[in-house]
């Protein structure tokens, strides 16, 4: 079973490990771990540590929380693989002959959000573009323009959204991201998944800024071209918490798009083992959820394509299949309704696995736009449906940005916006609703009366 081993070296090693200038391996870091076959290719990843405010419990991650990279506080991951036959008592020898291991925790494959079925598109972009209002966000200076979205996929062709919209793409070359050993220019990877979520993001935040980041193709025995590692996913996540924290705060935007999950306990510790990842807040994945959202980061995950009327055939979750990430409660959890507002058939039900209400709400998805898997194919999936609603945040942050408008207040005010679709408030099929930017436009402007 591959893992992540977080670590607690001496602050000397820490410091070399956030420090971007310095190149440290994992044999600097955890050379000599028995039983663990380490992965010599993955870079260690620094984790912040959770700090209470005063007085709070310092075991609880149920309450307000700053984060801390300080070189006394900090931790460090390494990725490697253990014999599944050895793997609870190499987990028991390790924490108990290396006091410097401070966990062992699920790395399971993650895995873009498809659709399944083969029903035609509903609709096409400039529906999704009429319906969400990008008229008027622009009429009130709400494009996107000096927004950053970082797509976390299987990497971006600018060329060809360009060619689709019939507009220039911004990419932002220099703060995109790839794992060890994947190959490729940012901007100019293969059509596909990734491609498909850079354009639907662009619908509703046309100057936005695009971040390339390929996680969904990293390289590991049997894997195939849509599926990567969680501790990938890790190490972006620590490279757009330096990026974020790289811009003034008093105009930090950052729009984090993810169309993938975990669609299989099969890769993941039990339920209840302290290395578990579904249902587990601790794992290291769920606290750098936690920590870019608290530094000013809008994070959004796909809520998943196990509905039950239409199940993705990939779904082994008997129940409860927005798990993880997914279903934190410090990510927006976007479900999938067509054009016409009726949910998808494949679009994930709640409850999730870290926070009962999930998804938060839905946004559009099967039409025709990108183009990316062919002519007369729809972008489809809550892997649509999830770049839309990124595209409608990203818009927001063009003038408001997290020191006017924190994550959670924003989250709050989609929520409170969200067109009901079914029972009065909260549903497990619709959350709170679809995504209302007039809603959306008539809050802003309310609450910047109230500021002055």
């Known amino acids: 079973m591959r893992v992540l081993i977080q670590l607690r070296p001496s602050p000397d090693l820490v410091a ?12 600097d870091v ?31 991650l149920n309450q307000p929380l700053g984060f801390s990279l300080a070189a006394e506080d900090a931790s460090v991951l390494v990725r490697g693989t253990i014999s599944d036959d050895e793997l609870a008592t190499r987990v028991t ?16 494959v993650i895995e ?13 972009w400039h529906d999704v573009e009429r319906l969400l209002d990008v008229a008027g966000l622009g009429a009130e200076g709400l494009d996107g323009a000096g927004v950053a979205v970082a797509v976390l996929d299987t990497g971006v062709n600018t060329a060809h959204v360009t060619r689709q919209l019939g507009r220039n793409v911004t990419l932002d070359a220099q703060r995109s991201w790839c794992p060890t050993g994947v190959t490729g220019r940012p901007g100019e ?15 509703g935040a046309p100057q936005a800024s ?33 990026v974020l924290n790289a ?7 950052l729009v984090v798009s993810n169309s993938w999950g975990s669609f299989s306990p099969e890769w993941d510790f039990p339920v209840g083992h302290p290395g578990n990842y579904s249902d587990n807040a601790a794992h290291p994945f769920n606290l750098m959820v936690a920590a870019l959202d608290q530094a000013g980061a809008d994070v959004l995950f796909a809520a998943g394509n196990c509905g039950r009327e239409c199940r993705d055939g990939r779904c082994a979750y008997p129940d409860r299949p927005i798990a993880g990430a997914n279903s934190h409660p410090k990510a927006l959890s976007v479900g999938g309704v067509d054009v016409n507002g009726g949910r998808v058939g494949y679009s994930s039900q709640g409850p999730g696995r870290l926070t009962s209400r999930k998804p938060d709400l839905c946004a559009y998805t099967h039409f025709s736009g990108s183009k990316a898997f062919g002519e007369g194919e729809a972008d489809s999936g809550t892997s649509a449906a999830t770049p839309v609603a990124a595209g409608l945040v990203a818009a927001v942050r063009t003038r408001w940005p997290s020191s006017r408008l924190s994550p959670s207040q924003l989250r709050s005010l989609l929520r409170r916006t969200a067109d009901d679709r079914s029972e009065v408030g909260f549903d497990y099929d619709y959350g709170y609703g679809t995504i209302d930017p007039a809603g959306i436009i008539a809050a802003l402007r309310r609450r910047a009366k109230s500021l002055g």
């Open 16 to 27: 070399a490990v956030t420090d971007p200038a310095r190149a440290v391996t994992t044999a």
């Open 30 to 60: 955890a050379d000599g771990l028995p039983g663990v076959e380490l992965d010599a290719g993955f870079a260690p990843v620094a984790v912040p540590r959770p700090i209470p405010a005063a007085g709070g419990d310092p075991l609880s």
């Open 93 to 108: 020898l390790l924490q108990t002959l290396r006091p410097d291991v401070a966990g062992v925790f699920a790395d399971p």
């Open 112 to 124: 873009s959000s498809l659709t399944c079925g083969g029903d035609p598109p509903v609709g096409d």
């Open 189 to 203: 990877f293969e059509v596909d998944h990734g491609t498909m979520c850079a354009f639907d993001t662009l619908i």
């Open 210 to 242: 695009v971040l390339d980041v390929p996680v969904l193709l990293s390289t590991r025995p049997g894997g195939s071209a849509l599926d990567g590692l969680l501790s990938d996913a890790v190490a972006a996540f620590a490279h757009l918490y330096t």
């Open 247 to 253: 811009q003034p705060e008093a105009s930090r935007a």
